[in-house]
Nanobody, 119 residues
């Protein structure tokens, strides 16, 4: 499985961004997809995850619950992270990931995409 992330950028506080992650290869082997983030000097933390199968649950970090929404389009092998009401503390490199649900231990990582939220 390979993961390609898109959609980072610079946005003002209160704004929105949408990240996309396209999976390729043996996508049928994917149990869950999601996003991690890592700010400078901090550990990489899970932001949100979603099961690959239809109708499955989602999981969010407390810090983003209610502001971020994870979704998937299985026809496009793509997972999205809609980020609203962004805060400066959301600034980080965001990584797409795949692995066993609930994605606490990913097996596959995509390249990072920078999200910067200015105050």
């Amino acid at each position: 499985v390979q993961l390609q992330a898109y959609g980072g950028g610079l946005v003002q506080a209160g704004g929105s961004l949408r990240l996309s992650c396209v999976a390729s290869g043996r996508v049928v082997d994917i149990d869950a997809l999601g996003w991690y983030r890592q700010a400078p000097g901090k550990q990489r933390d899970l932001v949100a995850s979603i099961t690959a199968a239809g109708g499955g649950p989602t999981n969010y970090a407390d810090s983003v619950n209610g502001r971020f929404t994870i979704s998937r389009d299985n026809d496009k092998n793509t997972v999205y992270l809609q980020m609203n009401s962004l805060k400066p503390e959301d600034t980080a490199v965001y990584y797409c990931a795949a692995g066993p649900w609930p994605l606490q231990r990913p097996k596959t990582w995509g390249q990072g995409t920078q999200v910067t939220v200015s105050s």
